[in-house]
């Protein structure tokens, strides 16, 4: 079964930076298209950053230029690094391959004001 492991998030003040990470279990991480998404409470998730088998990036517009997305074959993880973050950010983030599977826990990040 694969499973994906999120960590890294906390609380961090306006301005501040955090890198998420996202360690997959099981033989298929190199051959897949993976995403980090969010959901805040009382909204959709919603997808932030894509990052494709070869290592092209996508970005929603409202993190281009702050987040970056990244990804380590050789250690089947995924990483987002956060810059500049503001409360709007504020949202439990997730990831996941492209199409979809089963979700993990994800990790909270706040950002205060």
């Known amino acids: 079964q694969v499973q994906l492991v999120e960590s890294g998030g906390g609380l961090v003040q306006a301005g501040g930076s955090l890198r998420l990470s996202c360690a997959a279990s099981g033989s298929i991480f190199s051959t897949k298209t993976m995403g980090w998404y969010r959901q805040a409470p009382g909204k959709q998730r919603e997808s932030v950053a894509v990052i494709g088998r070869s290592g092209r990036t996508t970005y929603v517009d409202s993190v281009r230029g702050r987040f970056t997305i990244s990804r380590d074959n050789a250690k089947n993880t995924a990483y987002l690094q956060m810059n500049s973050l503001k409360p709007e950010d504020t949202a439990v983030y997730y990831c996941?391959?492209?199409?979809?599977?089963?979700w993990g826990q994800g990790t909270q990040v706040t950002v205060s004001s």
């Open positions: 996941n391959y492209i199409p979809v599977g089963d």
